[in-house]
Structure formats: C-alpha cells, structure tokens
C-alpha cells in the first residue's frame, strides 16, 4: 500500500485505507528515513529530516495505535520498532528551532531526527505501560549499511567509503537483523523501551532519557502534525 511518510497527508490516507481492510495489526516497523540531504522542506513545511525521518512516523503509529491494541492478545503483545542511530549521540534537539531554519546542518538535522525517534520511542512506552495497553515500544540502531542513505556524500566522500563499505559496513540483510530481533524474538514479549545493537540491550544517550525533553518533544508534535490525542 502506498505511503509517502514526507506527507501528512498522504499519512492520514494510508491509515484509513489499512484501517478498511479490517486486517490486524501485530508489528509495526518505522524504517523509512533519509540522511545528509541538502535544506529541504516536505509538503508541510516541515525540514525534511525531521519531518520524513521522525513527524511521519509519530503521526503513523499514533492513528495506528487503536489497530495495534485491539491485535494484542493476554501474553502476546503488539509490538512497534523504530529504526534510530548512533548518530543520536551527538544529536541536539532545539524546541524553538525544530525546523533548522536558524542554522542548517545536515548532520545536525538527520542526528535531530534520529535522537527525536528515541525520546518519542520513550515517551510513548511511558503512556502505554500507564494505560495498561498490550503494546510495547522499542528502538534499534542498525549499524553501519551499505545502503542508498550514503548517496548524499559528495563526490570526495564517495570515493573514500567505495573501498570500506564491502569491509566495515554491513549488508542490507545484516542490517535489518535487529529490527527483525525486535519484531519477532520471542524473549523480548513484553518487553519494551529499549534501544537495541547487535541484538544487545545498549544505554541510550542521556539526552534521550530526559523526561521534561520527552514531553515537551510529544506535545510540540502533537502541535505539528494536527494530533489531539495524548
């Protein structure tokens, strides 16, 4: 089914066409994403990273969230995974700034999006522990992988990864490995609001366990993307 995640729009429209089908929902995975684009904006006037990356998939599993209860069942939870990074360390998150409008970076934008995903994947299992729902939430860092996401690399750049990637970086399937892990494992059932590598429990940067950040991030999102619910 078709679904442009830069698209509030078109978010909104996947979600009541799934919602029609009647099919339950038991694993949502957040993977789309871009990285290191130059200053662009979605539909919505939102930077791209920030919007694609992170407010897409926040408006996603939110009008998703009713589906994903009513699939769990006693003992078997549904579960939602957000693909994060190692680039969160180094991400700082300007509530007044948001946009990057004051100072674009494109690393400072896809780390921004990438620590966003982490503090919402908190947030949200925060709220659903509280209302007692079947669902649990937990983030993942993939790695290094050998994917388009390095297309955005100048020239200089490209030539230089050329000879690493086959060495370092990993394959795509070796990639998804973690979100798979967190999808399916059977060790992991009802355990939520972890960050994952390597299929390893892994300590977050403290910027992500922040709390007020949390709130003030879910609400100013709300705000955004036109969600009511809390």
């Not at 860092?141 to 388009?148: I, Q, R």
């Not at 970086?169 to 972890?194: D, H, K, N, V």
């Amino acid at each position: 089914m078709y679904l442009d995640l830069a698209s509030l729009t078109s978010v909104r429209q996947f979600v009541q066409r799934y919602k029609a089908t009647g099919l339950p929902l038991h694993v949502l995975v957040n993977n789309a994403g871009i990285m290191l684009v130059p200053e662009r904006r979605t539909e919505d006037g939102f930077e791209l990273h920030f919007g694609l990356n992170y407010l897409g998939h926040f408006l996603l599993t939110n009008l998703l969230l009713d589906v994903l209860r009513k699939s769990s069942k006693p003992g078997k939870c549904s579960r939602i995974v957000n693909t994060s990074s190692a680039t969160h360390y180094r991400g700082r998150l300007t509530l007044d700034d948001l946009q990057g409008r004051m100072c674009y970076s494109s690393h400072g934008a896809y780390a921004q999006s990438k620590l966003a995903l982490l503090l919402f994947s908190y947030h949200l299992q925060d709220q659903l522990w509280a209302k007692g729902d079947n669902v649990t939430v937990n983030a993942v860092d993939p790695g290094l992988v050998d994917t388009a996401l390095f297309g955005n690399l100048c020239s200089l750049a490209q030539l230089a990864k050329t000879p690493f990637a086959k060495l370092l970086f990993r394959t795509p399937a070796e990639g998804a490995s973690t979100a798979i892990y967190a999808a399916a494992a059977s060790e992991l059932e009802g355990t939520g609001g972890l960050y994952l590598y390597n299929g390893r429990k892994t300590e977050s940067s403290a910027l992500s366990c922040d709390e007020r950040l949390q709130t003030k991030l879910w609400k100013e999102s709300c705000a955004l993307v036109g969600h009511q619910k809390t």
